[in-house]
C-alpha cells in the first residue's frame, strides 16, 4: 500500500491554547526552592490521614486523584488544609491590558510569592522542589485589599484553605484563600505606570550598573551574578561591545587548554540562558523586562552571538508566547518588533528540527524549493507572525469561524497544503491543525507516496494504532478513497499524527 495523504493534526487544551503552553509550566515546577526546608512541614501524602496537622495546618482532605482526571504517580498529589496562617511575601496581579488583549477575557490572576522567612510556615510535599507560591482564589477580595489589576504589593497577610496541586503541568498550581491583610506596602500602582508602554521597570533591575565589563570578570572566574544585574547591561550593547569581549576577554578556557576566545563566550551565554526566565510564571513584568533585554542585545549581534541568543529567544517565545509578544508590542518600535517576529518565526524551524526532534514529529516539511537551501519544517506551534508564517505558501482560500472554547478559527487552503490556526492574543498565531496531500511533503522523514514499510521502519508498529475511518472534516478536504489509517499520539500528548 503507498501513502496518498497524510496529516498532523492537534488536540490542544484551553490553557494550553491561550498562553499557558505545558513548557512554560513544566519549567517552573522544577525551579529549585530558595527558602530553607524544615522538616516541621514536610509531609509525605501518602503516610498523612485526614486529621493530621502539618506546620500547624490541619488536613482536611486528601482526595483521588482520579476525581481530578489525574493518575496515581509520585510527582501528583492534592492535599488540602483547614487552619490560618500568617505569610509574608509580595502579590502580583494580572495587568488589566494583558486581560484585554486576550481573546478570551478573565479574571485577574492574583498571585502571592511567599517570602523566605515564612515559607516554611507552609506544609510541603517531601521532594517538591517548587518554588514557594500560591493564587489567591477570592480574587475580587485580593484585588479590594490588596490592589487591583497590575499592582504589586509588599504585604503580610492572613490566608487559609490552602491546597497544595502537585502536579508536572499547568494544573500543579497551589491555591489559598486571603482571610484578611495585615499590612502592606504599595510596590507598583496601575494608576500611576508608564502610559506609553504599559509597564514599570521593576527596581529589582536598578542593582545593575548596565556596563558588562564590570560582571565580566566574576562571569569568568565561576562566580554568580544575578539576572537583575546582568540583564539590563544588554541594552546598552552596540556592534562594538560584541567586537570588545574577544579584544578584552580573549584568554584560554582553564577547560579546555589551547582553545582561545572561547571562555567569555560559554561564560557569557550559560548566565544568559540561566536568566532569560523568570522564576515564577506570574510575575509577568518580570519576564517582559527579560524578554526586551535579549532582544536589544539580538538587534546588534551577529554570527554566533546573535545564533546563541536566537537559542536563548526561542526558549522565551515558547515559555510564554503571549507575554513575549506583548513585549513587542510595548517595548518596542514596529519596525524593530516587526524584524523580531520575522527572526523568530524563521528561528522556529531550526529551533523545532534540531534541538527539539521529539516535537518535529507534528510538523510538515515543505518540498524543496528553487534558491531555498534550507526549507525546514511548518509546526503545531505558536508563531510570531500571521499566514504564511515567513513560509512561501500560496494562499488560496480562507473562511474564518467562532469555536466556543477558542474564539476564532481560521482555515487556509493552499490547494494540496492546508492550516488551521487561532489568533488568542494579539501577535500570536497558533496552529492547531496542518494537512498536506501531494508529493514530496513529507513527516518523520515519510514522504506522500511511500509504502507501508516505510512508515513501519519510522514509526515502529507498537506506537502506531490502526485506524479504519477518519472524521468528517478530513473526508471533507482529503476526499473519502481510502482504505485505512495509521495514528501515532504519544503518551499524554495532545497532538497526534496521521498518514493514511
Known sequence: ?????????????????????????????????????????????????????????????????????????????????????????????????????????????????????????????????????????????????????????????????????????????????????????????PAQSDGNTGLTRSDRFSASTANIHDYMPRLLAGEEVSAYELLPCLENFTRQTWREFDEFYRSEDPDNPGATGEHWFNALFTALANAAIAQNPYDREDQSWRNYYIDKASLTSDGASSQSLADIMMNQWTADPVVYSSTLNRLFPSEEADSLRKYIAYHIRYFYDIWHADDSLFGIVKPIVENRAYPGGIYLAAYPVDFPFCFDLAEKTRKSYQAESFGEVTVVDCGDFQVTYLNPHDGVYTIITLRAKENPYQAVGVKIGDTEQSLMARLSPDNLKKVESISYDDEAWFGSSHDYAYAYTPKDSTKSLLHY
Open 1 to 189: 500500500m503507498h501513502w496518498h495523504y497524510w496529516y498532523s493534526v492537534a488536540r490542544m487544551f484551553v490553557k494550553e491554547v491561550f498562553g499557558h503552553t505545558e513548557p512554560r509550566f513544566e519549567s517552573f515546577s522544577v525551579i529549585a526552592r530558595t527558602a530553607p526546608e524544615s522538616s516541621e512541614n514536610l509531609f509525605d501524602p501518602r503516610a498523612v490521614k485526614v486529621g493530621d496537622v502539618v506546620a500547624g495546618l490541619t488536613v482536611a482532605d486528601l482526595p483521588d486523584l482520579r476525581e481530578y482526571g489525574w493518575v496515581e504517580r509520585d510527582d501528583m498529589a492534592i492535599a488540602k488544609f483547614k487552619g490560618e496562617v500568617t505569610l509574608t511575601g509580595r502579590y502580583i496581579c494580572t495587568p488589566e491590558e494583558e486581560l484585554l488583549e486576550s481573546r478570551t477575557p478573565d479574571l485577574p490572576r492574583a498571585v502571592f510569592l511567599v517570602g523566605e522567612e515564612s515559607a516554611t510556615r507552609l506544609p510541603q510535599i517531601i521532594g517538591d522542589n517548587r518554588g514557594p507560591w500560591f493564587m489567591i482564589t477570592n480574587v475580587l477580595d485580593a484585588g479590594e485589599h490588596l490592589g487591583p489589576p497590575g499592582s504589586e504589593a509588599r504585604a503580610t497577610i492572613v490566608s487559609d484553605d490552602y491546597v497544595i496541586r502537585l502536579h508536572p503541568s499547568s494544573e500543579g498550581i497551589n491555591l489559598t484563600r486571603l482571610a484578611r491583610v495585615i499590612e502592606k506596602e504599595v510596590l507598583k500602582d
